[in-house]
């Protein structure tokens, strides 16, 4: 026993001897167990928490699923309801319906190049996918992350489940978990065809336009059974933004897509390279821009058409061209004064039809003195020398003739055969001549555009885009024209002048013939609107009498970057590579011989009647939704960004805006606005009060070269207007007694008379910084006791001449002994008195070489 325990004891000591390394290992096991236990229970745990989850989402989804046809009746079902466009008044302007917009259409009605066009530009792997593709969605991803377009992720299945069950404007990746949701669910239901034959039913393809059909119809004037290969791209592309790619109003970008879908079916096989550049070929020679599907949406009650359809354009990039403002039923509330659209309506339509009765007159009489004496003296020449190259006979003017009367009256009838007897060999030459026809009208027809701002606001209270709104005339010039501003233009670079100190509004400068070189040495030689030149003028009256010589030697003092960067910041041009564009950095420039909109010369001007902060115009101030809940602050939205801004939000100082303010109001006082303002009249309005008073205003007018262009812009503290008129396409003249002065000026001056009455009293706030002087009109220096009636302008502090006149002041005590008695005229001295015999103090008196003999004969050089 003993022994045993001996041997017990033994065993245990040996035991001890190691004794701590091995209790720390059994610690170590044990603790390592308890941890292993505590992480399998909060497997378990989990385990049991995400198959609960599984289970009630599967059990929600089953419940979703089962409802789905329930959910699409239900869709189908909801009512149709027009979008309603309110004044700022709340009158009704017009709605947008959904009338005669779709037409249905089987997939097996299509053709096959059609549905593989669809295949090549959205989804190539339809047929194989079960309603996802991860490769799409990576492809997306990594495009979203290294900046670039590579394409959606979104299959056809997705898109359609985005349509019919979110909202595609909402980019979260939530949305995109609904929509691939919906779209399992709908490969669970429907077969890949009836999927394919939902999505070309159902989604947008134009203004207005759902499905292949219809669209097809309204671009092409036929049916989608039709459809070519060329016209089957041309639709495909509308399916992904069919604003920015409408054929109609983008026709480049449409047809860089549609060309693209091209390159795509022949990549995949789809079609054969010829087929496809034939087909390609023959769309582009035969398409008709003009003959375009009328359909409800020109034919509906509209007070206002053109600034509708500019609203129109603007819902669909607020609502990014996924919310249908056809069937929804919102409610737009817009920044229209209907009074105000009334008024520019009736005025514009006026101003079009002289516009165009002058320019014929001016045009007729051209032709009939061409006629009259330069064909029989070309005639004479032709017999008297042999010259058969200018023999101008009566056959060639019946050629013109001919083809004129072809052009408009037999071509439509030979069209309309084309369609009816299916005849496509003559539809070629059908659309030529709509072209030609097309292009003689942009030519030889005045248009005009017009365009109201609230200065403070930037709300739009108006807009006129052209003679008569149609499916024709859709074109928006008050937006979308970019035209020539003529000296309508000074006004921006005047604003650097000002600023760089070194000009003033009693600055002298020299009105004559003069030279200018450009950086390439190139010789630049302007002249005046009338030809005339006027010595030296005052920097206030160059501007108000429109003279280009000081306008040329302005821009020259302050430089092109000077004057380059003003004008784009008030004309609110940012993009650099749009900025070099428009602003080409030679003297013409300096005579607005550049390439804006009516609505961005609009803004320049408001900037300055507004203190010099930025003006954002804008049309839309909110969206409601048929419940009445507001989906979109648009205005809300706007003052953000103006408030994100920050200091830029001042474009110029409120000194400067001040100071352009006074300016462009010489322009009214003494320059080519002051008889379209009425000599003053017009802006004789009453206040809330009922009290008359002369509202401040100022503006710019401006005529381009060859009297292409006429303009008036100008303001009063309330509003500003933006008139342009000319043609569509230049090269021809408004005729030579037709100017910005006397087409545009007198509609400018009777709308300020009608938009300003019953206002309270407001001028332009006069900041710090300003000083008054009163200078000599002849020198632009203090006036002395010797100057004739002298002219008070406004100054930036530390601006104002220090000198006082030294052109008047000339005493008999400091003239010469030999001259004192002087008197002109009657003195037989004064013919025979030339320049270089009066002493140094008298030569400034006379600015011509001819001497004495080109004074007025009642000019008295001891009083004057």
């Not at 009214?668 to 309005?685: D, F, H, Q, R």
Request: aromatic content about 10%.
């Amino acid at each position: 026993m003993r022994h045993g325990v001996v041997q017990r004891g033994t065993k245990l000591q040996s035991i001890c001897w190691g004794g701590r390394r091995l209790d720390k290992r059994r610690g170590g096991v044990y603790h390592y167990a308890m941890k292993g236990f505590v992480f399998i229970r909060l497997i378990a745990v989990f385990t049991v928490l995400l198959v609960c989850l599984i289970g009630i989402s599967l059990g929600l989804s089953i419940a979703i699923t089962g409802n789905i046809e329930n959910e699409e009746n239900y869709r189908s079902l909801t009512p149709a309801l027009p979008t309603r466009i309110f004044d700022v008044s709340g009158e009704l302007i017009t709605e947008f319906s959904a009338d005669e917009k779709r037409e249905l259409i089987t997939l097996n009605e299509l053709p096959r190049h059609l549905i593989l066009a669809t295949l090549a530009r959205e989804d190539p792997d339809f047929y194989n996918h079960r309603g996802f593709s991860l490769r799409a969605i990576a492809r997306a991803a990594f495009g979203q992350f290294t900046g670039r377009s590579l394409g959606g992720g979104s299959t056809i299945t997705q898109q359609v489940a985005g349509t019919l069950y979110t909202d595609r404007r909402e980019k979260t990746i939530r949305r995109k978990i609904v929509e691939l949701w919906w779209a399992l669910q709908m490969e669970r239901r429907y077969t890949k065809n009836e999927i394919l034959e939902i999505y070309l039913n159902y989604m947008i393809m134009g203004p207005g336009v759902y499905g292949v059909e219809t669209a097809s119809k309204y671009f092409f004037g036929h049916s989608a059974r039709d459809l070519s290969l060329a016209e089957a791209a041309v639709l495909v592309v509308q399916l992904s933004s069919p604003t920015r790619y409408n054929p109609i109003q983008n026709p480049n970008e449409a047809m860089d897509r549609q060309k693209a879908v091209l390159d795509k079916m022949v990549e995949l096989g789809y079609a054969a390279r010829e087929e496809a550049d034939a087909s390609f070929e023959q769309y582009r020679s035969s398409f008709d821009y003009t003959r375009i599907g009328v359909s409800s949406y020109f034919s509906r009650e509209d007070k206002a058409p053109w600034f509708s359809e500019y609203v129109r354009r603007e819902l669909d990039k607020l609502m990014y061209g996924e919310m249908d403002y056809y069937r929804d039923g919102y409610t737009v509330q817009t920044t229209l004064d209907l009074r105000f659209q009334e008024l520019a309506d009736s005025e514009m339509a006026g101003g079009i039809d002289r516009a165009n009765t002058l320019y014929k007159s001016s045009s007729g009489y051209s032709t009939r003195r061409a006629e009259q004496v330069y064909v029989p003296l070309a005639n004479m020449l032709t017999l008297a020398f042999n010259l058969e190259d200018i023999y101008a006979v009566t056959e060639h003017q019946d050629e013109i003739k001919a083809v004129n009367k072809y052009s408009k009256q037999l071509n439509p009838t030979v069209d309309m055969l084309s369609l009816i007897f299916d005849i496509p060999e003559i539809r070629p030459a059908a659309a030529e001549a709509y072209q030609r026809l097309k292009s003689v009208i942009e030519e030889s027809v005045v248009e005009g555009a017009l365009v109201v701002l609230e200065n403070d606001t930037g709300r739009i209270k108006a807009i006129v885009g052209g003679s008569r709104y149609n499916a024709a005339n859709q074109l928006i010039r008050a937006t979308q024209a970019k035209v020539m501003p003529g000296s309508a233009f000074k006004p921006l670079y005047y604003s650097a002048a000002i600023d760089s100190r070194e000009f003033t509004m009693s600055t002298l400068i020299y009105d004559a013939p003069m030279m200018f070189h450009a950086a390439t040495g190139e010789p630049y030689v302007p002249n005046n609107y009338q030809g005339t030149w006027r010595g030296p003028v005052l920097l206030y009256e160059a501007l108000g009498l429109s003279l280009n010589i000081p306008a040329l030697k302005i821009l020259d003092g302050i430089g092109f970057d000077a004057a380059i960067d003003r004008s784009a910041a008030l004309l609110g041009i940012t993009d650099p590579e749009e900025k070099s564009r428009t602003f080409p950095r030679v003297y013409p420039m300096g005579l607005g011989i550049i390439a804006v909109s009516p609505l961005s010369m609009a803004r320049a001007f408001a900037v300055f009647a507004n203190q010099g902060r930025a003006v954002t115009p804008f049309a839309i101030i909110s969206v409601e939704d048929r419940n009445g809940a507001i989906i979109i602050d648009h205005e809300g939205e706007v003052r953000l960004n103006e408030e994100k801004m920050g200091r830029d939000t001042q474009v110029i100082s409120p000194q400067n805006a001040y100071m352009m303010t006074r300016l462009c109001a010489k322009v009214i006082e003494m320059g080519t606005l002051a008889s379209g303002s009425g000599y003053g009249t017009k802006l004789n309005v009453k206040d809330d009060k009922g009290v008359v008073y002369r509202i401040p205003a100022g503006g710019k007018t401006g005529t381009t070269q060859n009297w292409s262009d006429a303009w008036a812009v100008g303001f009063t503290p309330y509003y500003t207007i933006a008139i342009w008129f000319g043609f569509d396409k230049g090269g021809n003249s408004l005729g030579m007694n037709v100017s910005g002065a006397s087409l545009a000026g007198p509609i400018w001056g009777n709308l300020m008379q009608e938009y300003n009455q019953g206002l309270p009293r407001r001028d332009f706030p006069r900041p710090a910084g300003i000083v008054d002087a009163t200078v000599c009109r002849s020198s632009g220096l203090l006036r002395n006791a010797a100057c004739p009636p002298g002219i008070t302008l406004s100054f930036l502090a530390g601006t104002v001449p220090e000198a006082s006149c030294d052109q008047h002041g000339v005493t008999i005590d400091s003239l010469p002994a030999g001259l004192r008695n002087l008197r002109l005229p009657g003195n037989s001295l004064g013919p025979s008195l030339q320049m270089p015999s009066l002493p140094p103090e008298l030569q400034y008196l006379f600015n011509d070489d001819s001497g004495l003999e080109a004074l007025p004969q009642n000019f008295d050089p001891l009083v004057d």
